[in-house]
Each structure stands twice: as C-alpha cells, then as structure tokens.
C-alpha cells in the first residue's frame, strides 16, 4: 500500500496487509537544479506566463482532462489489461504530433507491434518519435535532447531506475522513475501521460503514493466486456474531479461519442415493467440512464438482494423505506437491480427510480416509456432535492421525454416546453403519480 516502517513487522499497520513489508534501499533523486536559489515570483507575473492548453484531438478525453492537456503536467492513465489505454494513447500521439513533437515510449510493446497498431487505427503516426528504453537514467537525456510538448510512458510499471536494487515493477521503482519522469515534466514544461496498471481490487498497480504524485489521475471505468469505454478523472488539478468521457471501441481503434446520453437507455418499443429512466448526473453533464428491477417471489428463507451499478445497502435501506412508507413489504421477494450499460451511479439521485423500478416490476406495472425520474429518498419517506434539478429536467426534454417525476425541491421556476413536471414531496405521492 506504501506505507513505511523503519523497522520488521508483521501486518502493516496501514492496510492490515500480513506479511506484506519488504526491505528497501532509500534513494534519493537529485534534483536537476540542486543548489540554485529559488528565488519568489509574484502570482501576477505567473498568470501572463500560463500556457495554453493543447488539444489531443479527442473532444471527450480533452474534456476529462479539463480542456487538453496541460503542458508541464503529468497524467496518470490506469484500467484493466486490453481495455484500451495504449489505443487511445496511440490515437492522441497522432493528433498531437501533426503540430507539436511527441515521444511514445513504450516498455511493453514491440516498435513493430505499436507500427501494427497505428495502421489499425489509421492513425498518422509517422511524425511520433518511438523510443524502446526503459530505464528512466538513460530515457531522460534523450527526452531532454529532444525535448518533446508530450511525453507517452507505456507502461509505468516496465520503467526502471538504475538508482534502486529493485526489479522494475516494485513499489520504490515505481516510485523513484515517477519522481524522475515528474521532474522532467515539471523543469521541460513538457506533459507526461503514464499508462499504469491496475490490480485485481481496482487501484493501480503500486503505491496508492504514484496517485499523489501526478496530477490527473483517469481510470477506464467499465469491464472490456463491453463495447462501451468511461474513462473518469479520479482526481484533476487542472479540471474537475469525476468528469467522465465516452468511447466506443470499434474495427478501427476508440471512436468518441459525443452525445452519451440515449447509450444507457435500452430501447423498449413497449413499457415495460420493472424499467425507468433517470437522468444522472456525471461530471459537468445530465446523462439518461435506465434502472432496471427484477422482483420475483424467493424461494429460500433468507430473499436475495443484488444490485450491479448501485450500493447494495442503497437498495436495502430504500426496500426497508418501501416498506414504512409506502406499505409495501418485499421481504419474502428477491430483489435484482441493475443499470444499463455497466454505468455505475454513485448518487443519491438514483434512489426514486430505484424504488419505482423495484414497485413497478412487483405489481407487474409498466411505467410509460415516455416517463423520467430523480430525486433522494429519505428515511423519513420524504422526497429530497438534487443539484441540478432544472438541467436533467430539460435534458430529459430533449430527448424525448414528457412527464419527469421530481423532487417538489428541484421544481423549476419556469415552465420548460415539452415536458410536464410532477413535483413529489412524499413517497406515497410519487407512487400515485407513477401509476403504480
Ligand atoms: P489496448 O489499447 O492494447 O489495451 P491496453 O493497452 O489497455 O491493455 O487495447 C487492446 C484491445 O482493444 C484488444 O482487445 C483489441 C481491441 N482493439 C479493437 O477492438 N480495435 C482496435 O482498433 C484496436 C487497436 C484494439
Ligand atoms: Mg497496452
């Protein structure tokens, strides 16, 4: 996890890991201009001086980094193997080096693999300058020879220090050669993309530590099952955290879509039961996103509850309020719930649709199709407002929808054309006007 100790012991006192310390040498990186005093600049002077940011040609992974990248940045990129981080790095490379100079240097691929790919994706990458090296003393003069506006590290974890007796890949490797890649960013004003690997559990291989070093961190977010790619900014110095973008991976490399918001939506030319659309909000955008419920008589003592996409002690507790408020009890019922698309919904505007999905499939009731839904449940069965009530309520107007069951909290103050608002205080209120 990379904590440290000065001395043996046998759990790790910060993940409770057992047997998990190892011994490592301590180095320390000189920096390249040791010695020289810093001397103070005012923050006026810095602001004439910023530099704009640059485009990678991708209008979503521009907008998960805040706007392009930022030069003298460094970007950490993590997801599961084969899920298309050196893809979309690829298709970056290409656009940025029509105009600006780029290094990829790539540790895990072959220079004929990554030629294989760029035909592929039809991509233009005669201008990238490719790079096979991997320990990091011997990469940065030539970086710093050829000083480059973006700089592709595919992957961190082949990246060694000749610095530290460790095999590439382990935490003070990782942890030495990122330091070294940072400062060269930092002094070169030049932008560092990292490509990092990701474990079982989801971090990224190595010390949580590499995830405060750099400054953006962007996961892939979903499974390679499916043909859909989220890429969202865990943290962003130069933008805003849990924006997401949307790729599709196709014959020809990750293809962008611009208008995500119908993708999490499965089209049912009829209602049916068990189904509604909510409008979530991600990042600085309203996305429409489908809830499904599956209730059906349990066969066992004990009912199952599974929600995919969703807290599961979310589920329950809104089961539980159900139950109080609306008189509807459920516990001889298994509960399956599940958002369409492997979107994952991490607020509390998911809680009405839940609820109303879970009735729905119960009673055997279509909700109509045309029908859209948000807003936070409370214990006391009442209905609490969300940010960004009127924004989802015209997004689900431009989609298509008419009727939208709100928060009375998220009431818009003027009317929005095309779309009638039902404000709901209690939860036996947005029972009836769901007409369950
Ligand atoms: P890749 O970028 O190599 O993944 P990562 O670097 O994250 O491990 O992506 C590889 C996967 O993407 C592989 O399973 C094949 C698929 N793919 C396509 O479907 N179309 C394409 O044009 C490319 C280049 C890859
Ligand atoms: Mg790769």
């Known amino acids: 996890c990379g904590a440290t100790y000065l001395q043996w012991q046998g759990q790790c006192g910060s993940c409770q890991a057992w047997n998990s310390l190892r011994e490592l040498t301590q180095t320390r990186s000189k920096s390249p201009d040791a010695g020289s005093p810093v001397k103070p600049v005012k923050l006026a002077e810095l602001r004439r001086q910023q530099t704009p940011r640059q485009a990678t040609g991708s209008g979503e992974l521009d907008r998960v980094l805040g706007g392009g990248v930022v030069p003298g940045s460094v970007v950490l990129i993590g997801g599961d193997p084969g899920i298309g981080k050196s893809t979309l790095l690829l298709q970056a490379s290409a656009t940025m080096s029509e105009k600006r100079r780029v290094v990829y240097v790539s540790g895990e691929e072959s220079l004929q693999q990554v030629g294989l790919r760029a035909d592929r994706v039809g991509a233009d990458a005669n201008e990238i300058e490719f790079v096979a090296e991997t320990c990091v003393e011997r990469l940065l003069p030539i970086l710093t020879h050829i000083e480059p506006d973006m700089v592709v590290v595919d992957s961190i974890q082949t990246i060694y220090s000749d610095a530290v007796q460790s095999a590439p890949g382990a935490v003070s490797q990782l942890r030495e050669s990122t ?108 996305m429409l ?102 924004e989802r309520i015209r997004q689900a107007a431009t989609q ?10 998220n009431k818009p103050k003027q009317r929005i054309p095309d779309i009638e608002v039902i404000p709901l205080e209690r939860l036996d209120q947005a029972l009836d006007a769901a007409g369950l």
Request: charged share 20%; proline share 5%.
């Open 179 to 286: 330091a070294q890649l940072v400062n060269f960013a930092k002094s070169r004003a030049s932008a560092v993309l990292l490509v990092g690997h990701v474990t079982k559990e989801g971090h990224i291989a190595g010390p949580r530590v590499l995830e405060h070093m750099v400054d953006t961190v962007l996961y892939f977010e979903n499974d390679t099952g499916s043909r859909f790619r989220i890429i969202r900014a865990i943290k962003n110095r130069f933008g805003a955290a849990n924006e997401i973008g949307v790729f599709a991976m196709s014959e020809s490399g990750l293809k962008e879509v611009r208008n995500p918001s119908a993708l999490f939506v499965s089209q049912h030319p009829k209602p049916v039961a068990g189904s509604l659309v909510m409008v979530t909000w991600e990042g600085s955008r309203p």
């Open 289 to 390: 996103v489908e809830v499904q419920a599956l209730v059906s008589e349990s066969a066992g003592s004990a009912p199952r509850r599974v929600a995919s996409g969703v807290e599961q002690n979310r589920l329950n507790l809104l089961l539980a309020v159900l139950h109080r408020h609306g008189g509807v009890p459920m516990f001889n019922q298994d509960v399956f719930l599940n958002i369409v698309g492997g979107m994952k919904i991490a607020e509390t505007a998911v809680d009405l649709p839940t609820v109303l999905a879970s009735l729905s499939s119960f009673r055997d009731r279509p909700i109509s199709n045309k029908t859209v839904a948000f807003g936070e449940v409370g214990l006391a069965g009442e209905i609490r407002p969300v940010p960004f009530g009127e």
């Open 400 to 409: 298509g929808y008419t009727k939208a069951l709100v928060p009375v909290g």
